[in-house]
């Protein structure tokens, strides 16, 4: 079974207000295996977004099936749900709020026992632990995101899904951060990254998937596909 099973997808977004109505998936058909480094490749408004929201359930789907970690979406929302976690693109954070307080409220909504949760593990493992109980609007832009890594794995999920982590981020954070993701691939996690930096699928993914306008073009491991390109 694949981690993540997506076939025949398409999502027309309904032009409201007079706007035109746009087709951001065209019919994609993907598998992710279990404990790959999956990269998504594709320009700014390929919809590479739309796809990571339909299988977060923020945004409802046309047409077509995803399955996550075997759960299908329609049917089974919340399995679906708790195997994944996604870190979003903006780094949105109540700046009052310290990194274990937000870890422990995110595990409040996944219902994570106390005695099951493991927020200095998390913290310690996206190099926050020395940061655990200073306020958001003190942290860098490098540590927000890593924050939001870890709160996307509070509830444990056998996938993470990355929409663009290192967009708008400097050389030497962006390294750090590979390093991070890449170790929790090591441990058993399946990822699920987008980008629009050929140079990051490239050092991360062990499976490529190009995305334009809607269709998915090629999907292989990366050393066929670059030796295409
Ligand atoms: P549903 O998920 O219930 O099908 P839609 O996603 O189709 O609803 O509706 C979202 C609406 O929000 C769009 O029709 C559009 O008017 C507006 N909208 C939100 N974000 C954007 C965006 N990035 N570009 C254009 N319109 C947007
Ligand atoms: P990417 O993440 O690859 O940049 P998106 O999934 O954000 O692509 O967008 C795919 C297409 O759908 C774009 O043309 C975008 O403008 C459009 N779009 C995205 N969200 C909405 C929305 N809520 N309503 C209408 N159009 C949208």
């Not at 860098?140 to 993470?160: E, T, Y």
Request: net charge neutral.
């Amino acid at each position: 079974d694949n981690a993540i099973e997506i076939d025949g997808l398409t999502k027309t977004y309904r032009g409201r207000f007079g706007q035109k109505e746009k087709r951001a998936l065209k019919g994609v058909s993907l598998s992710v295996p279990r404990g790959s480094f999956f990269g998504l490749l594709g320009p700014n408004g390929a919809g590479k977004s739309t796809l990571i929201n339909i299988m977060a359930g923020l945004v409802t789907k046309t047409a077509g099936t995803v399955r996550i970690w075997g759960a299908d979406i329609d049917r089974d929302e919340r399995g679906a749900r708790l195997a994944i976690g996604v870190v979003p693109q903006e780094l949105n954070l109540d700046p009052f709020f310290t990194p274990r307080e937000l870890l422990e409220v995110q595990a409040g909504l996944y219902g994570v026992p106390k005695a099951e949760r493991r927020t200095d593990e998390i913290l310690a493992l996206v190099g926050l632990s020395d940061k655990a109980d200073a306020y958001a609007r003190t942290l860098s832009g490098g540590m927000r995101r890593r924050l939001l890594v870890a709160k996307a794995m509070v509830h444990a999920p056998p996938i993470l899904v990355l929409d663009e982590p290192t967009a708008g981020v400097d050389i030497e954070l962006r390294q750090q951060l590979w390093e991070q993701v890449k170790e929790l691939n090591r441990r058993g996690t399946t990822i699920l990254l987008t980008t629009h930096y050929l140079e990051e699928a490239q050092e991360l993914c062990d499976r490529i998937a190009i995305i334009n306008h809607g269709d998915v073009v090629a999907c292989e491991p990366k050393d066929t596909l670059l030796k295409r390109l």
